[in-house]
Every structure is written in C-alpha cells, then in structure tokens.
C-alpha cells in the first residue's frame, strides 16, 4: 500500500487537496488556492537544495617573521595583550587597557602580513577629528576635551583577514499584493501570494574580519568601510613611529565570520531584485563558495582608551578616512545646571526636555 502523498499550505500549513471545481489546489482553512504546477515547482526545488558550502584555501598568507625583521613584540601584564612594534620602540602602554607593557623578545614565527593600508592621518589629524566630535557632545564630561586626555589617543595597525570568492546564491521569497475593494455592505481585502525564486553568481573581494580578540568586531566594523585601492605590499617600514597588534584569531576560526558576512550579502543583493510587492518574506536560501583565499592585513586605526567612573570606554577612529564610533557619557553635572536653570513652568520645561532627547 502506498503512502498517501499531502500538501501543507504554504500561508498557513494546514492540509492542502485538489479541487475539482477550480481545478486547482486549495486550503479549506485559509481559503488559498495554487495551481498544481507551481506547487510541483516549489517541491521540485525543496528536492535540489543542497546545504550552504564555504570552501577556503587555508593554506594563504604562510609568510613568517625572521629576526631579520628588526620587530619586536611586546606583551601587556594586565590584559595579556601581544603589541608589535619596530627596534626603535621603548617603553610603550597597551592601547587596550593603558597599562605599561614590557619588552618580551624578537618577533619571529608567526604570520607575516601580506599587506597594508598605511596612516594617512597623524597624530595631530587624529586629536583634532577627537577634539571636534567630543566638542559636539554638549554634555560630555569636562575631563573627555582636556588635552591630556587626548594625548593618550595611539596609532595601532590592527590585523584583518581578508577573504575572496566567488559565490552561487539562490533564495525563495513568499510576496503577496492585496487588492481592497468595498460595496453596500462589506469591505473586502484580497492578498495574493507568490513564490518568487531568485539566483546569481557573485564574486566577493576583501571580506574584512577583524584578527584580534582584544579589538570588539562590531567597533571595527562600525569604523569601516576602509578603501583597500590604498593597500601595498607590507613592508616593516610602515610600522615606524606606530605599534601593531599581533593577530591571535586565527584564519580558520575567522571563517565562520566570514562566511556569515558573505552569505548576508548574498542574500541582500539578491533581494534588491525583488521589487513591486507588498510584503516580501525570505523562506529559504542557498549559498555555495569557490576559489576562496585569504589574505592578511593590517589597517590603520587610531584608539583612545580610558576609564571614566570605573567605566572603561573604548573610541575608534579610522586612520585612513577619520570615521569615529564611540561612547560620550553624560555629564550628570552638566544636566543638573541645565534643569536648574529651566523655570518651573511647565510649558519651558516641557521644551527643554524635547531638545534634551535631541541630543542622545
């Protein structure tokens, strides 16, 4: 005896059978009718699709330092911090959590990177973009705009793994359109359902995923895009007057981001296809990788550690195109003199408190 064959409903899940009226194939729950063959279609793809595949070349970037290399790594006691920094460096504070850090020996062993985007802003660009942003915070502490603050700001190249492939997308979209329509008594509402199916081949270049542990993804990513046309062939040359972090993410347990990152794109250009719908609901999608490498780099970014009230705060600022991202806490004094200074009016007060939102 064979097993008998059902249909769910794509809108509600129920039961789905064959109408002989209309021909067609309808839910006696939700009223939805499909032809037969585009149901047939929808299994016919169900059945081909394979799961997501990211393939990697793991064996690029195997360039390695030598002491010939003139570089020096440099460790931080408190937060275990690896800092890179040429022979010329002396005492330094880590970048991460202002503690001094000591001389631990020659840099040799580990991955050289492939390539560099090099600082196109110095110090005294990175203090005024510094200046300029907190300035605009109208209750940012005092203490944030003292120049001894901003003294602290350092140059740090941080280790990127950059990612290339070519990639086969596909993805299938429940769209509806809805038709209103009234008469003497009712009003009517008809949504109409598709199956709309999208497909293509992309190509991908420099997928960025941060390489330090010590560096949080989403500052990083949040300081990007960085213009990789201004990228050159590494050369030690680039790390003077500046220190660079030492990768400790590997390329192989950076995959999983950027595979992540790829898929997402994948997904989004393929959508920006799907236009003329009311709704538009993703209901599967596919991703197959080949012919991905992966390179490593360092960008330039510029960072300011400190701790305010036993907070510690963390700003980014891109040393390439002086994009900032960063936390300004609120001056509680700066807050109570502007309450004190509103009448107790309710209409003045009422104002102040709308600008105050304006601002956070």
């Known amino acids: 005896m064979s097993d008998l064959l059902e249909y769910k409903c794509p809108n509600c899940g129920g039961k789905i059978e064959f109408d002989s ?32 595949e990211f393939k990697w070349d793991k064996n690029s970037g195997e360039a390695e330092w030598t002491d010939d ?17 040429d022979e010329n460096t002396a005492a ?15 840099l040799s062993g580990d991955l050289k990177p492939d390539l560099v985007i090099p600082f196109k802003l110095d110090k005294k660009a990175a203090k005024d973009a510094l200046r300029q942003y907190v ?18 700001v350092k140059g740090i190249y941080v280790p990127f793994w950059l990612f290339d ?19 003497s008594k009712y009003n009517y509402t008809e949504t109409s359902h598709y199956d709309v199916f999208r497909a293509g081949t992309m190509s991908f270049a420099n997928i960025p995923v941060d390489g330090s ?24 040359a680039y790390l003077a007057g500046y220190l660079a972090d030492k990768y400790d993410v590997t390329m192989e347990q950076s995959i999983d981001r950027a595979n992540q990152r790829l898929k997402t794109s994948c997904e989004d250009t393929l959508r920006d296809t799907v236009n003329g719908f009311a709704t538009v609901t993703t209901k599967q999608s596919n991703v197959q990788t080949s012919n991905g490498v992966a390179k490593y780099a360092l960008y330039p970014v510029w960072i300011l550690n400190t701790i305010y009230k036993g907070e510690r705060l963390t700003f980014g600022l891109n040393g390439q195109t002086g994009k900032i991202v960063g936390n300004i806490p609120v001056s509680k004094a700066k807050l109570a003199a502007l309450f004190a200074g509103v009448s107790a009016v309710a209409t003045p007060l009422i104002f102040f408190v709308g600008r105050l939102f304006e601002f956070f």
């Not at 542990?213 to 030690?236: C, G, R, Y």
């Open 21 to 52: 009226a209309t021909q067609k194939m309808k839910c006696p729950y939700c009223d939805s009718e499909f032809h037969v063959e585009t149901l047939k279609n929808m299994d016919a793809r169900l059945d081909e699709k394979a799961p997501d």
């Open 69 to 85: 290399d003139g570089m020096s790594v440099f460790v931080c006691n408190s937060c275990g911090g690896s800092i890179v920094g």
């Open 92 to 106: 330094t504070s880590c970048p991460y959590c202002g503690n001094p850090v000591v001389m631990a020996g020659r």
């Open 135 to 152: 300035g605009k915070k109208r209750f940012a502490p005092n203490t944030f705009k003292s120049e001894n603050r901003l003294d602290e």
């Open 165 to 183: 492939s070519d990639a086969n997308a596909s993805v299938s979209y429940d769209a509806t359109r809805t038709r209103s329509w009234s008469d």
């Open 213 to 236: 542990s010590k560096m949080p993804d989403d500052l990083m990513e949040s300081i990007e895009p960085f213009n990789f046309s201004d990228a050159v062939d590494f050369q030690t």
